[in-house]
């Protein structure tokens, strides 16, 4: 019997290697691999014979077991451990009936589980580092190739004043630069290892408990934490916090990117490509489809982290229900970011930048978003107030006239005894009133390569 596919959207929303990575068949995998380090463990500490260890590792396997008789027991068990432990005792006795006393020894449902997550959680790390150095290149390369290409600012969705695009790609680079400090900081807390048995003292193993503990953390590289961790479930919820600040800062690049692609703004788009972006009636559309996956990422992130975050009082020394509300959230999480960084990673190397169209724009407002420049620059002559109030009569008769401020000023007797032709020029070209633009893409990058070396 086949069980109801559930993966039309996969392909748009996550990455093939992160839904691998927290697939059905990546889970059992990763619980099994905590049952065969357990018995690699408990063997070198004398608790079990060696002999029973290969039988054990030869059925940790994750493609020996049905998949979809496991789903249905767990309906029953109430976790997925426990029925994955009984088929993994009956696949060790099918070949030594001794090994099969020694499966599992010791520990306890929630420590195959929470070790066999973060198993799985050391992978998906490692892809998102991957993906994060990989796109941190690119919008490096992208920052520092429009470092001086003059945009106009929007603030409030209203043109402010000129800054550049390599200044607003820096921007996006200086958050995914802080994003992999974040990550690289927080893996220590939360690559380490669960073991507790029962209650979390380890009862069950008397005085080899520790032994065990140390061997078996030695033999999954993971770190042995101060004590167990069944219901503090702290660890899990700051990388949760990471994702979703990931999925937001990958969110505020699509969003960007996708009020640039407007068709009433042109001015930046992502890369055109056989079949993307079309509509099902219009042929003539060129849709912002990897911005759209970006935008959703950071949409649903949230939720599912103040679900995460909605787990953390649990009860006692074991949950009931909280710990269950947890298992497929961060999994979702970790999918979700992962296709945000795809679609990011394929839309910014490659970007279609339209200067011609910026500076189009930039003169949208027949100099008005230059006014500020003016109005500064005669302050120094005539005072603060008065230079306000007189460029903000300019702004309001080229405005009302039609006509470019720099018409407006040149016919108006009170700036022309101030300021020259020259300088009125200077003050108007866009390219002139950059300020620290080139400084701030310059910190962004030497940050950048700074945590590259």
């Known amino acids: 019997m086949n069980r109801p596919s559930n993966q039309l959207f996969d392909v748009y929303f996550t990455s093939a290697p992160m839904r691998e990575i927290f697939s059905d068949r990546g889970r059992v995998q990763g619980m099994l691999d905590f049952e065969a380090a357990l018995a690699r463990a408990e063997a070198r500490c004398g608790i079990i014979p060696l002999e029973a260890v290969p039988a054990i590792e030869a059925a940790c396997h994750a493609n020996l077991y049905d998949l979809f008789e496991l789903a249905e027991a767990i309906g029953m068990a109430g976790n997925s451990a426990i029925p994955l432990v009984k088929a993994l005792g009956r696949q060790v006795a099918a070949v030594n009936t001794e090994a099969e006393k020694h499966v599992h020894l010791g520990a306890t449902s929630q420590d195959a589980m929470d070790t066999g997550l973060v198993l799985q959680l ?71 290892l669960q073991f507790g048995g029962a209650s979390g003292s380890l009862a069950a193993l008397g005085e080899q408990a520790w032994p065990v503990s140390e061997a078996l953390a030695e033999e999954l590289e993971l770190r042995l934490p101060d004590q167990p961790w069944h219901t503090q479930r702290d660890r899990l919820v700051e990388f949760a916090g990471l994702l979703g600040m990931i999925a937001g800062s990958l969110g505020k690049i699509g969003r960007d990117l996708s009020l640039l692609m407007q068709t009433d703004v042109g001015e930046v788009f992502e890369p055109p490509a056989q079949g993307k972006g079309g509509s099902s009636t219009m042929p003539h559309k060129r849709n912002p489809v990897g911005s759209a996956v970006m935008i959703a990422a950071a949409t649903r992130a949230p939720g599912l982290v103040a679900t995460l975050l909605a787990t953390m009082p649990q009860e006692h020394e074991r949950s009931l229900g909280l710990w269950h509300a947890e298992w497929e959230v961060l999994p979702e999480l970790c999918c979700l970011v992962s296709g945000a960084l795809a679609q990011a990673l394929a839309a910014i190397p490659d970007l279609d930048v339209d200067a011609e169209r910026m500076r189009a724009n930039l003169d949208l407002t027949g100099g008005l978003v230059m006014a500020e420049s003016v109005s500064i620059a005669l302050a120094q002559r005539v005072g603060r107030e008065k230079a306000h109030h007189l460029i903000e009569e300019c702004c309001r008769r080229a405005a009302a006239q039609n006509r470019h401020l720099r018409s407006v000023l040149g016919d108006t007797p009170e700036v022309c005894a101030e300021l020259t032709d020259g300088e009125l020029d200077r003050l108007l070209d866009p390219a002139c009133y950059l300020g620290q633009a080139s400084r701030w893409v310059e910190r962004a990058l030497a940050e950048h390569n700074a945590f590259d070396r």
């Open 122 to 192: 050391r992978r998906a790390s490692a892809l998102l580092k991957s993906d994060l150095v990989c796109l941190g290149g690119a919008l490096a390369c992208q920052a520092e190739r429009h470092a001086k290409t003059p945009i106009i600012g929007r603030t409030w969705l209203q043109h402010a004043t000129p800054v550049t695009l390599g200044m607003k790609i820096a921007g996006w680079l200086g958050a995914l630069t802080r994003h992999r400090q974040r990550l690289s900081e927080l893996e220590p807390r939360l690559l380490c």
